[in-house]
């Protein structure tokens, strides 16, 4: 699923080339594509068409588009293989399309999703701590690229709950953005391994494992993301290239870039960590008590 590196650059490739554009019709191609909005395809289409795209917008994993005149949100869900592409109308019919707005520019926001997890919805905007959010988003914390972002105030989140790191690092309400790509970068570079558990972690041990969740996703950003396959790219259609990057995640058996020890595959809430056991040592477990 993509991460906050790689919806980052879709929403900017959409603030470049869509917005201030109108739709002037919209094809819904597969009914799961808009299954989150309960009205249907007719319905989505009709409140779509005429609306101005003011804004793309963005927190964590999650993004949107802010409409006019209405003032509502459309909610993009990339799922695990979305993509949202710009395209002349005479491209070539991608295999996968599911939804295809018309433009008012002379373009095509196409909707693209092989798996079908994916899909657009619309929902109302609320002010949530200053910012406009949809809805649908108001329960998911600011990411760590957020300007407003405050790291001392998601440090004594962490440090209340009694919870393995990489859980508190995936659970999109404490901070949004990070799935398990960037989780085991972060915990690599501030070498702690994800089994620590956050109320045995110092308040300074916990800011530097954001601070190398920030550097490392801004990184990521730079290079246009992490790609493994066809499936995310930007609205060009252009793979990212952070993956020739990565020190620990899918490293299994290479060397630590630091120490030169084979990384680590574990398995975690049916995935995979991967870490150095050198320079992440796992906590040690306490044994079990003996009955009296």
């Given at each position: 699923?993509?991460?906050?590196?790689?919806?980052?650059?879709?929403?900017?490739?959409?603030?470049?080339?869509?917005?201030?554009?109108?739709?002037d019709?919209?094809?819904?191609?597969?009914?799961?594509a808009?299954?989150?909005h309960?009205?249907?395809?007719?319905?989505l289409?009709?409140?779509?068409?005429?609306?101005?795209?003011?804004?793309?917008?963005?927190?964590?994993?999650?993004?949107?588009?802010?409409?006019?005149?209405?003032?509502?949100?459309?909610?993009?869900?990339?799922g695990?293989?979305?993509?949202?592409l710009?395209?002349?109308?005479?491209?070539?019919?991608?295999?996968?399309?599911?939804?295809?707005?018309?433009?008012?520019?002379?373009?095509?926001?196409?909707?693209?999703?092989?798996?079908?997890?994916?899909?657009?919805?619309?929902?109302?905007?609320v002010?949530?701590?200053?910012?406009?959010?949809?809805?649908?988003?108001?329960?998911?914390a600011?990411?760590?690229?957020?300007?407003?972002f405050?790291?001392?105030?998601?440090?004594?989140?962490?440090?209340?709950?009694?919870t393995?790191?990489?859980?508190?690092?995936?659970?999109?309400?404490?901070?949004?953005?990070?799935?398990?790509?960037?989780?085991?970068?972060a915990?690599?570079?501030?070498?702690?391994?994800?089994?620590?558990?956050?109320?045995?972690?110092?308040?300074?041990?916990?800011?530097?494992?954001?601070?190398?969740?920030?550097?490392?996703?801004r990184?990521?950003?730079?290079?246009?993301?992490?790609?493994?396959?066809?499936?995310?790219?930007n609205?060009?259609?252009?793979?990212?290239?952070?993956?020739?990057?990565?020190?620990?995640?899918?490293?299994?058996?290479?060397?630590?870039?630091r120490?030169?020890?084979?990384?680590?595959?574990?398995?975690?809430?049916?995935?995979?960590?991967?870490?150095?056991?050198?320079?992440?040592?796992?906590?040690?477990?306490?044994?079990?008590?003996?009955p009296?």
């Open positions: 699923m993509p991460e906050l590196p790689e919806v980052e650059v879709v929403r900017r490739g959409l603030e470049r080339h869509i917005v201030g554009a109108s739709i019709s919209v094809d819904v191609l597969h009914p799961r808009i299954r989150r309960i009205l249907g395809a007719e319905d289409a009709g409140q779509l068409t005429g609306e101005r795209i003011a804004q793309a917008d963005r927190r964590g994993k999650y993004l949107w588009l802010v409409l006019e005149p209405s003032a509502v949100a459309l909610v993009v869900h990339l695990m293989s979305g993509q949202m710009v395209q002349p109308p005479e491209a070539v019919t991608e295999k996968h399309l599911r939804i295809r707005a018309r433009l008012d520019s002379g373009l095509d926001l196409r909707f693209v999703d092989q798996r079908t997890f994916g899909g657009w919805a619309l929902a109302p905007l002010d949530v701590d200053g910012s406009l959010v949809p809805d649908s988003v108001a329960h998911i600011r990411d760590p690229l957020d300007t407003r405050e790291s001392a105030a998601t440090v004594t989140v962490m440090r209340r709950k009694h393995e790191i990489k859980r508190a690092l995936l659970d999109q309400t404490v901070v949004s953005g990070i799935g398990n790509i960037y989780a085991d970068e915990l690599w570079r501030a070498q702690i391994h994800g089994t620590r558990l956050t109320d045995r972690l110092t308040a300074a041990t916990l800011r530097q494992l954001l601070g190398a969740a920030q550097e490392v996703m990184e990521a950003l730079d290079q246009g993301g992490t790609s493994f396959d066809a499936l995310y790219v609205v060009n259609g252009e793979s990212g290239y952070f993956d020739r990057s990565l020190s620990a995640y899918g490293q299994e058996d290479r060397p630590c870039p120490c030169g020890t084979a990384i680590r595959r574990e398995k975690f809430m049916n995935r995979s960590s991967f870490s150095c056991p050198r320079c992440q040592p796992a906590p040690r477990r306490s044994p079990p008590k003996r009296a």
